[in-house]
């Protein structure tokens, strides 16, 4: 039972992680320039 549940919570952070960095990654292209202090918080919230 243990193990089941941390694994779904394992695979739910890691797919949480992943949307992150793949956001992250997306804004970094579109952009030429460093993200700002703002963005970089406001891409944490979103």
């Not at 394992?10 to 460093?34: C, D, F, V």
């Amino acid at each position: 039972q243990w193990y089941r549940d941390s694994a779904e919570l394992r695979e739910g952070w890691k797919n949480e992680y992943l949307e992150a960095y793949i956001a992250r990654g997306l804004s970094i292209k579109r952009e030429t320039h460093p993200p700002s202090a703002s963005c970089s918080i406001k891409g944490l919230h979103s």
